[in-house]
């Protein structure tokens, strides 16, 4: 029974990230780095498809179905103030601002296909550093060199939130996130909050 049960799941498996690559084949000439994401292994991809359907579920307010996108299997109660909280700031943003945060949530992991430990800083330099190409596809879909360098901004601290909690790191690892933001902030106050709401979100 058992061996059946892994059998099935490794099939819907399999048709998932079949379905998943050839969505992205369609979309070759039109979306940024591709290749990468068609490089990566298959759980990567599952997860960054969990992610961004984590983040539809949480800009629209869809309680049960964040519950049934989180990886962590964790049941949080809706009157918790930590989702509470995620879903204030996500009620807030722009419909530019949610474009700018699925595109990060799309990106976020593509250093994957580079160098895995440092997926991050990896993934960060590969959208600062778009050439021309890349640089046209993000500005057809919307997207300014601003944008780039706050998702660039996005990808490399990622996993720093993450980390924290797992014990990782201690505490003292958020001051490389907190001395660029705030060096940014003192010329452009908004962004200190905006980039920290972010990052909450993306985690």
């Known amino acids: 029974m058992f061996a059946n049960d892994k059998t099935n799941a490794n099939k ?13 084949e369609k979309y070759k000439e039109i979306v940024p780095y591709i290749d990468l994401f068609l490089n990566m292994k298959d759980k990567d991809l599952i997860h960054i498809q969990k ?7 949480l800009l629209e307010d869809r309680y049960d179905e964040v519950l049934n ?3 962590s ?7 918790f103030k930590g989702y509470t909280d995620l879903i204030d700031i996500a009620g807030k943003l722009s419909e530019d601002d949610k474009r700018l945060l699925r595109c990060a949530a799309i990106y976020h992991d593509i250093g994957k296909s580079l160098i895995r430990a440092r997926h991050g800083p990896e993934g960060a330099d590969v959208i600062k550093d778009s050439g021309r190409k890349a640089r046209k596809q993000f500005c057809n879909l919307g997207f300014r060199r601003p944008d780039l360098y706050f998702i660039s901004d996005l990808i490399r601290f990622h996993d720093y939130l993450a980390m924290i909690g797992t014990g990782e790191v201690s ?5 490389e996130v907190l001395s660029p933001v705030s060096n940014i902030s003192l010329s452009v106050p908004t962004y200190a909050n905006k980039f920290l709401n972010f990052l909450l979100l993306l985690n």
């Open 51 to 57: 992610v961004m359907d984590m983040i539809d579920n």
């Open 12 to 24: 819907i498996r399999e048709i998932e990230i079949s379905n998943i690559k050839m969505e992205m």
């Open 69 to 71: 996108t989180s990886e």
């Open 73 to 79: 299997g964790d049941r949080v109660s809706k009157k």
């Open 171 to 175: 505490y003292l690892i958020f001051a």
